[in-house]
């Protein structure tokens, strides 16, 4: 059973910037692939970016490339999700899970790939 731990969001005005991160425990970090995941008030959670788990393979969705950044550190059983260039429909409660399947070199980007999601922290952006 993996645990999965969110910490860094809060308030921060259009522009600004936040890194959230994720820590993990339980199995082999680095066997599975690692994604963060967004929930809107009123809408369905929605993909933000995956990483491989070897760390050498990201991706994104449309609207937050070259703003978010996301990375794994596989030494501290960590990924984290840099964001820059906030902008109000960035508001949401992010959360990370891990991949049902082991993989260290793919990513994933559907919501019924993921399993163990953390308990989510709350990014509001005020304009």
């Known amino acids: 059973q993996v645990q999965l731990v969110e910490s860094g969001g809060g308030l921060v005005q259009a522009g600004g910037s936040l890194r959230l991160s994720c820590a993990a425990s339980g199995r082999t970090f680095s066997s599975y692939g690692m994604g963060w995941f967004r929930q809107a008030p009123g809408k369905e959670r929605e993909f933000v970016a995956a990483?491989?788990?070897?760390?050498?393979?990201?991706t994104y969705t449309d609207s937050v490339k070259g703003r978010f950044t996301i990375s794994r550190d596989n030494a501290k059983n960590t990924v984290a999700l840099q964001m820059n260039s906030l902008k109000p429909e960035d508001t949401a409660v992010y959360y990370c899970?891990?991949?049902?399947?082991?993989?260290?070199?793919?990513?994933?980007?559907?919501?019924?790939?993921?399993?163990?999601w953390g308990q989510g922290t709350q990014v509001t952006v005020s304009s």
């Open positions: 899970a891990t991949t049902i399947n082991f993989s260290t070199v793919a990513v994933f980007t559907r919501l019924n790939e993921y399993t163990n």
């Open positions: 990483i491989s788990g070897s760390g050498g393979r990201t």
